[in-house]
């Protein structure tokens, strides 16, 4: 009932409300990979999710997925097109992925069977999920190889994924994705083991695509400069949470979470000549471990002693940027630990 | 400063084959001066397959040159075979790419480090010590040398590399790739650790990475690689604000930023040719902008337009050498 109702609404494409992810703990007990994540993409869009490894971006699109590893729960509400993914069968499940979500993986060495020929691994899909004939869905074949760019598209049907460079083995994974048409791509570190001119060409792949077949995408990346390419909005996970979202410019240009911060200022500065870099101090916490509060506080050089008591929630600054701290670490106060980066990029 | 002034590493007109059954001779490195001196560190950048690695293995005795020379503090550094490097070669050390890999999971670490003393004649007990206050120097607890390194996270194991290689007290250090294997923060946490060795210890450092942007902060000079030849190398900032080199500029064009201006970054259509078989004339004419008939015909050369700046482009040459 709801269901519809939203739908007519016209609703975001992709909305994450409170989803919790439990996964079993090496003795049983469950250990939270997520804990209250709110996500949204509208359609056409593409918005970027950060953070450093472990702070749950990956298993956000798994969950979407129904990838979850085994044993592994989700609580909460993840609707696509207003239909609530978790209270869906296995079987519901399995026709959204491919036909409305399909997912993009980092190394695509290894989300590409190297045994099977580009021509079978496009064809199959679309034979199975679109019903086509073989000529037809050697013709949609083709025609999705020329849509990436791969050249001479017929003869690349024909070959294997060892045969193609890392880059175009990325535009076969892609071309492979939106094979059935999804309206949401969910795309893990795309570009993280390729070459930055490679990674240039996908990125662009990925804009045009957006812009010419109203293409949403969920972009998981560490790379803060993908990021500000790519992105309409970004969020921040740590450990489990979102830090802070917002649009990508005043997220990147003014962040209002220190852990945006930290990770903006871990970047080499441009005009910052031959100077150390400036790490986050330690790790984040491992599943489970996460310390009371706010998660970052241990590593925060802003944290005051509340910081350990009440967790922060997510609130927001204006319309469309919030955070999940009440310090704001552009105020004036300069942090000894900000004060190299800024005399450097004057 | 402790390293002495000649305990330079330096390339000349490097070339390195590999040979398979069937192929051609594959010339991953064709013709490469380089130099490295002590306390400098140097970047060498380019995209993968383009044959930095061979040069770093190259660099430190591990491949054999197909001809040109590999020196270190003066003395030709030879391939190395069965028998034990000299005395004199053990200041030119290596970083791998790959801490999981390079490090042996069934010995504790101290005694890995402590190998280094041992070889060089010190007693086992000696490096023990050492090893505990080289774990102390690269960041880490030496309670540590007593553990496995499946114990520690892919940046620990980077540092215990690291405390490995400083055992053997070296000047010059080719660290391959080092921190691409690693997380964001351990990235940066491990490439101020090198820097600090070329800064603080006086070694020479060949930093080698596809990471441009991290190459930009650390090193001194950088060498733009493109196939197998620099085309273009000179003080990092000069090279970075101002790249002459139509390849250079397209790399460095290609780098994202994160200044939130939502701009997508320079394509450059084409993959890296087959080194099997390489363009003629300049290996980078068929994806260059500036290409003309020329470029096929004739391989450029390296032509110094600035102190310390030379670039490979015959197109340019003439313009080069007059605005420098």
Known sequence: ?346 | MNATPDASLVLRDLTVSYHSPGRPAVRAVAGVDLRVEPGQVVGLVGESGCGKSTLGKAAVGLLKPASGSVEFAGAPVTPLGLKPRPPAQRGLQMVFQDPYASLNPRRKIGEQISDAVVLSGGTRADGRALARELLDRVGLSAEFAERFPHEFSGGQRQRIAIARVLAADPSCIVADEPIAALDASAQASIANLLLDLARERGVGLLFISHDLSIVRQIADTVAVMYLGTVVESGPTDQVWDDPRHPYSRALISAVPRADGNGELPQDLPGDVPDPAFPPSGCRFHPRCPIAVDACADAEPEPTEFLPGRRAACSVLAPALLKIG
């Open chain 1, 1 to 346: 009932m709801n269901d519809t109702i939203s739908a007519r609404a016209g609703g975001p494409l992709l909305d994450i409300r409170d989803l919790v992810v439990e996964l079993p703990g090496p003795d049983g007990t469950p250990l939270r990979a997520l804990d209250g994540v709110n996500l949204t993409v509208e359609r056409g869009e593409i918005v970027g999710l950060a953070g450093e490894s472990g702070s749950g971006k990956t298993m956000t699109a798994l969950a979407l997925l129904g990838l979850l590893p085994q044993g592994g729960t989700a609580r909460g509400e993840m609707r696509v097109e207003g239909r609530d993914v978790l209270s869906m069968t296995p079987r519901q499940v399995r026709d959204l992925r491919g036909n409305k979500v399909a997912m993009v993986f980092q190394d695509p060495m290894t989300s590409l069977h190297p045994m099977l020929s580009v021509g079978k691994q496009l064809t199959e899909h679309l034979r199975h999920h679109k019903k086509l004939g073989k000529k037809a869905a050697n013709a949609r074949a083709a025609e999705l190889l020329a849509t990436v760019r791969i050249p001479d598209p017929e003869q690349a049907l024909k070959r294997y994924p060892h045969q193609f460079s890392g880059g175009m083995r990325q535009r076969i994974a892609i071309a492979v994705a939106l094979a059935c048409d999804p309206d949401l791509l969910l795309a893990d570190e795309p570009t993280t083991a390729l070459d930055v001119t490679v990674q240039a060409g996908i990125l662009r792949l990925l804009d045009r695509l957006r812009r010419e077949n109203g293409l949403s995408v969920l972009i998981i990346t560490h790379d803060l400069g993908v990021m500000s390419a790519l992105a309409d909005r970004v969020s921040v996970m740590y450990a489990g949470r979102i830090a802070e979202t917002g649009p990508r410019a005043e997220v990147l240009r003014t962040p209002r979470h220190p852990y945006t911060r930290g990770l903006l200022d871990a970047l080499p500065h441009p005009g910052a000549g031959t100077t150390a870099l400036l790490p986050i101090p330690g790790s984040p916490p491992k599943l489970g471990l996460a310390p009371s509060g706010c998660a970052f506080h241990p590593r925060c050089p802003f944290a005051v002693d509340a910081c350990a008591g009440d967790r922060p929630e997510l609130l927001p600054l204006t319309e469309a940027h919030a955070t999940a701290c009440p310090v704001d670490p552009l105020a004036d106060r300069t942090s000894p630990e900000t004060e190299t980066t800024e005399a450097g990029a004057r």
